[in-house]
């Protein structure tokens, strides 16, 4: 998907007639069209881009027929437009197929054969089609919407390029021709997809043997072809997981001989600049105009600080590109450049069409007469003197392969959302069986049902980690249902004890078991799906555990009811075997569909173009690690780690109403109710909790990811209802307090999807690591806390837990804040990462355009 900040850019500031009002075309990379904003000068300052920031707050709600906004002083939409005169999408004169000699035996796919399934950056998409073979080809579509000169020439000059480069293996290869489907135009083409983004990735480990294939595939263009990339750069460097060896794309700044060819844009400088940034990160030098640096200034650094993951020392990568680099200026580099003896040729320009430029309506002068200028044709005039335009409109991103995504997904979603129903019910079921006989039955006293529920919170803690990272090693769709089946033989087990502290033990194991399951399924939610996804899902799972809450104390009630005495057993007994049984065939049916991770997926239902969608969906990270004493500093110096562990340690511990089951030993500790009433009562409370746990989620998934509304409103919750416990005696207001106390469930989808949606640029074992922290560290303090101030002995009031809860409370409100500092303050520094390197970008069209024009207005229409 395009990221936010490169999806809108915006040609100017323009004046309207009267000189008093302005407006801006701006386009929209994602639907690939032009919209007009009008409104004040003040309100688009030149150079501030603030007409970009005002479409990306409603480009996605606008109608396609709406050509122009009105927008007031406060940059809000007061009037649109869907006059086609409005717009000023200008013509594209793209070349006949017929008529293009050099492109002659291309394969050619129609426009309409392409399957879009995602956008991989401006003028590129993820596409697919059937070939003539009827196979499935993944492809990267590439073409121009912009009718500049300089942009019509790039594109003719890449085409003919790839057209004619002879096969080899570091060069991206040429798929086809792109034809729209009228004038069988030539539109765009097509190259092989390669899955795993570029090297400007800093998570992708870089190896010596790809520096040396790219000094390599540099030599045989330079020296055998006579062609400069002039690109080189980390952007435009691929890693084929097929073939684990290095590929080199994007040649539309290419120059063949003297042909195109630009000052200070030679080859071997792009490989220094490079390697410096991808053994560093640093993108400062690849900033720098081009006729401003020499790549002297990289090489003679006399260090270069390593910040990503090498298989060799930096000496090994340095000491080869200062040997290749003294060779290639000996043998002088633009010398035997211009002396390469199979240089290809290819037409310098695109076929032109007569009468492009056209005489149009430009405004009106003072007197209000209309002004007419001469220039490039428009589509409408186009349109109006009877010819065919080709029409980039389309929808957005998001509404792409919906269901195809959908279809990935299902399975995913019908495994984690039984396993997490079922283990939710075999966990509640504890305190169904306490209310229902066992506590009688088993002679518990003083705190002892506390301390199982500690023991088990132990064993839980002991098994998160390494149960995290065996999730990291070992396929999700062996490990999980693994632990589902020994999770179910304990829980059928516990039917036969005859002391406490018998459950004591077995909730221990069961600990171990459950240990890997709701971090280890946020991080398989936050593998498959995107930001704007993510809340929802994460709420979904959540929700189908807060259901399993709910049924237990149904299932219970209808077991005491039918099987209380059958075979000799007390129903309480019939509940534990029950839920085991159940167990069994949820843990089967992982281990024949759960489809693991879209790295590592072999599920036979999913098509490969369906495995390679979903891995566009999300950022791509590098899917093995070093597991050393380096990662671990940068886990335990990470702001991601301390800032979503106290955080949720704090809302952890704002969940102990429910997740010490309050209400039921409030209402076993006044001895007013039947076994029925015991079980049916509380499932109010899981019930309210699935109702503010998806409500939480999905409003927070549409205000585009502001998780930390829930951590304010959850925070004014407990506040509330702890005051309320304390303060009355009136049986209907404590039930309504803790009804009501069930919505703060809603934090455990929206913080793990927020922790999950912040670190998306991160790696998986950082992530991984911080999730199954956040989930230790709550566990930690909550085996403690429950027994300190929501023991069994303090019902039915719990003052002392009322009074933690408020103050627990007030905690979280803080924490949240400081927390949202501390992303945003990452988040910028990311941001002024992302602008240095897109610096040098916005220099290389600077630089055409001042240097490259002059030579080409003479060869372009």
Same mark, same amino acid.
């Given at each position: 998907m395009i990221p936010r900040e490169d999806r809108f850019w915006s040609e100017g500031q323009n004046h309207l007639g009267d000189g008093k009002n302005a407006y801006c075309n701006v386009w929209d990379w994602d639907q690939l069209r032009m919209i007009k904003i009008k409104g004040t000068p003040k309100v688009f300052p030149i150079c501030e881009d603030k007409e970009v920031a005002i479409l990306a707050q409603f480009a996605d709600h606008l109608s396609p027929d709406v050509r122009a906004v009105d927008v007031d002083h406060d940059g809000l939409i007061c009037g649109v437009s869907t006059d086609p005169e409005e717009d000023e999408t200008l013509f594209i004169a793209y070349p006949p197929f017929s008529t293009? %000699?050099?492109?002659?035996?291309?394969?050619?796919?129609?426009?309409?054969?392409?399957?879009?399934?995602?956008?991989?950056?401006?003028?590129?998409?993820?596409?697919?089609?059937?070939?003539?073979?009827?196979?499935?080809?993944?492809?990267?579509?590439?073409?121009?919407?912009?009718?500049?000169?300089?942009?019509?020439?790039?594109?003719?000059?890449?085409?003919?390029? #790839?057209?004619?480069?002879?096969?080899?293996?570091?060069?991206?290869?040429?798929?086809?021709?792109?034809?729209?489907d009228v004038e069988s135009r030539v539109i765009g083409f097509t190259t092989k997809y390669i899955p795993g983004g570029s090297l400007s990735n800093p998570k992708i480990p870089f190896r010596f043997e790809w520096l040396q294939q790219l000094t390599e595939v540099v030599d045989f263009l330079n020296l055998n072809l006579g062609i400069m990339h002039q690109d080189i750069a980390p952007r435009n460097l691929l890693i084929d997981p097929d073939t684990e060896k290095l590929l080199l794309f994007d040649f539309d700044r290419a120059a063949c001989g003297n042909f195109w060819l630009m000052d200070n844009r030679d080859d071997v400088s792009g490989v220094v600049y490079t390697l410096h940034q991808l053994i560093t990160n640093d993108s400062y030098f690849t900033g720098i105009p081009h006729w401003e640096r020499h790549m002297d200034m990289v090489q003679n650094l006399p260090e270069w600080v390593c910040n990503r993951e090498l298989d060799a020392d930096v000496s090994v990568f340095r000491e080869f590109l200062n040997e290749w680099v003294q060779k290639r200026q000996s043998d002088g580099i633009m010398e035997q450049y211009l002396k390469a003896p199979n240089r290809p040729t290819w037409p310098e320009k695109p076929p032109a069409i007569s009468d492009y430029d056209v005489p149009f309506e430009g405004g009106t002068d #003072? %007197?209000?007469?209309?002004?007419?200028?001469?220039?490039?044709?428009?589509?409408?005039?186009?349109?109006?003197?009877?010819?065919?335009?080709?029409?980039?409109?389309?929808?957005?991103?998001?509404?792409?392969?919906?269901?195809?995504?959908?279809?990935?997904?299902?399975?995913?979603?019908?495994?984690?959302?039984?396993?997490?129903?079922?283990?939710?019910?075999?966990?509640?079921?504890?305190?169904?069986?306490?209310?229902?006989?066992?506590?009688?039955?088993?002679?518990?006293?003083?705190?002892?049902?506390? #301390?199982?529920?500690?023991?088990?919170?132990?064993?839980?803690?002991?098994?998160?980690?390494?149960?995290?990272?065996?999730?990291?090693?070992?396929?999700?769709?062996?490990?999980?249902?693994?632990?589902?089946?020994?999770?179910?033989? #304990?829980?059928?087990?516990?039917?036969?004890?005859?002391?406490?502290?018998?459950?004591?033990?077995?909730?221990?194991?069961?600990?171990?078991?459950?240990?890997?399951?709701?971090?280890?399924?946020?991080?398989?939610?936050?593998?498959?799906?995107?930001?704007?996804?993510?809340?929802?899902?994460s709420g979904i799972f959540t929700s189908s555990g807060l259901a399993g809450t709910m049924f237990g104390g149904f299932i219970q009630t209808g077991i005491h009811s039918s099987l209380d005495g059958a075979k000799g057993m007390s129903g309480w007994r019939w509940l534990f075997i029950i839920d085991g049984l159940i167990t069994l065939p949820i843990a089967l049916y992982g281990f024949l569909l759960f489809p693991d991770t879209p790295t590592t997926t072999s599920a036979f239902y999913l098509t490969q173009t369906e495995r390679d969608l979903a891995k566009t969906r999300v950022p791509e990270v590098p899917?093995?690690?070093l597991w050393n004493l380096s990662f671990l500093k940068t886990v335990v110096t990470s702001w991601y780690w301390y800032g979503f562990v106290i955080l949720w340690i704090i809302a952890g511990e704002s969940e102990s109403f429910s997740s010490n089951s309050l209400l039921s030993l409030y209402m076993k500790s006044t001895n007013r109710y039947t076994i029925s009433q015991l079980n049916n009562y509380p499932t109010?409370?899981?019930?309210?909790?699935?109702?503010?746990?998806?409500?939480?989620?999905?409003?927070?998934?549409?205000?585009?990811?502001?998780?930390?509304?829930?951590?304010?409103?959850?925070?004014?919750?407990?506040?509330?209802?702890?005051?309320?416990?304390?303060?009355?005696?009136?049986?209907?207001?404590?039930?309504?307090?803790?009804?009501?106390?069930g919505s703060v469930y809603a934090c455990q989808a929206t913080f793990f999807a927020w922790?999950?949606?912040?670190?998306?640029?991160?790696?998986?074992?950082?992530?991984?690591?911080?999730i199954a922290s956040m989930n230790c560290g709550s566990n930690a303090v909550n085996a403690w806390w429950s027994l300190l101030f929501y023991g069994a002995v303090e019902a039915p009031k719990f003052t002392k837990g009322m009074w933690a809860m408020i103050g627990t409370c007030i905690a979280l409100a803080i924490w949240t804040t400081v927390l949202l500092w501390g992303l945003k303050r990452v988040d910028r520094k990311r941001e002024a990462a992302a602008v240095l390197g897109r610096t040098r970008a916005e220099s290389d069209d600077l630089e055409v355009a001042e240097s490259g024009e002059r030579d080409l207005d003479s060869k372009i229409p």
């Open positions: 293009v %000699e050099s492109l002659a035996g291309c394969r050619t796919i129609k426009r309409s054969q392409l399957k879009e399934l995602d956008r991989l950056a401006p003028f590129v998409d993820l596409s697919s089609y059937e070939d003539e073979n009827r196979n499935t080809r993944m492809v990267a579509f590439k073409f121009n919407v912009l009718e500049k000169p300089l942009r019509v020439q790039m594109a003719w000059n890449e085409v003919n390029l #790839l057209r004619s480069l002879p096969p080899h293996p570091n060069i991206l290869p040429f798929d086809g021709l792109v034809l729209e #003072l %007197e209000g007469e209309p002004v007419f200028i001469t220039g490039l044709r428009l589509r409408r005039t186009a349109m109006e003197l009877g010819q065919y335009c080709f029409r980039w409109e389309r929808p957005p991103q998001s509404r792409l392969s919906k269901k195809s995504c959908e279809e990935n997904v299902n399975g995913i979603d019908q495994k984690l959302h039984n396993e997490g129903q079922e283990k939710v019910t075999d966990r509640s079921n504890l305190a169904n069986a306490y209310v229902s006989g066992m506590k009688e039955e088993l002679g518990f006293v003083g705190n002892q049902y506390n #301390l199982i529920n500690t023991v088990f919170t132990v064993g839980y803690i002991i098994g998160q980690i390494p149960s995290n990272l065996a999730l990291y090693y070992i396929k999700p769709r062996i490990f999980f249902p693994s632990m589902m089946v020994l999770w179910g033989c #304990l829980t059928m087990i516990t039917a036969s004890v005859h002391h406490p502290r018998d459950i004591m033990a077995i909730r221990f194991f069961q600990g171990l078991a459950e240990s890997s399951t709701f971090v280890g399924t946020h991080y398989i939610l936050g593998s498959w799906y995107t930001p704007r996804e993510l809340g929802k899902r899917e093995h690690h109010g409370v899981p019930a309210v909790g699935i109702i503010f746990t998806l409500f939480w989620a999905t409003l927070t998934d549409f205000l585009n990811g502001k998780r930390y509304l829930v951590a304010y409103f959850i925070a004014i919750t407990g506040i509330v209802t702890s005051s309320m416990i304390l303060t009355t005696s009136n049986v209907a207001t404590i039930f309504a307090a803790y009804y009501w106390a922790a999950n949606e912040a670190m998306r640029f991160e790696n998986d074992a950082l992530r991984a690591i911080v």
